[in-house]
């Protein structure tokens, strides 16, 4: 059986595994959230992985830089596995 998700949900940064690579998806947060990312260091064009998970949070990698989310948010992160 395929881990990947089916076409009709929505995976998002609190689903993924530790160490899995992701993109942001394209056009399915809210325009206020995506500024939020961007301003926090998040890009689209860039892969992030999550580095740390907590029962709190996670830590997500991108590049260079880490980035540490609560849960709530990282919900609402919309992600596309690569």
């Not at 998970?53 to 919900?75: H, T």
């Amino acid at each position: 059986m395929s881990n990947i998700a089916a076409p009709h949900t929505n995976p998002s940064l609190a689903d993924i595994n530790i160490g899995e690579k992701v993109m942001l998806r394209k056009n399915k947060m809210d325009r206020k959230l995506e500024k939020k990312l961007l301003a926090l260091g998040f890009s689209k064009l860039i892969p992030l992985h999550v580095t740390q998970k907590r029962k709190g949070g996670l830590v997500v990698s991108i590049g260079n830089a880490r980035i540490a989310l609560n849960e709530a948010l990282a919900q609402q992160v919309m992600i596309q596995a690569l």
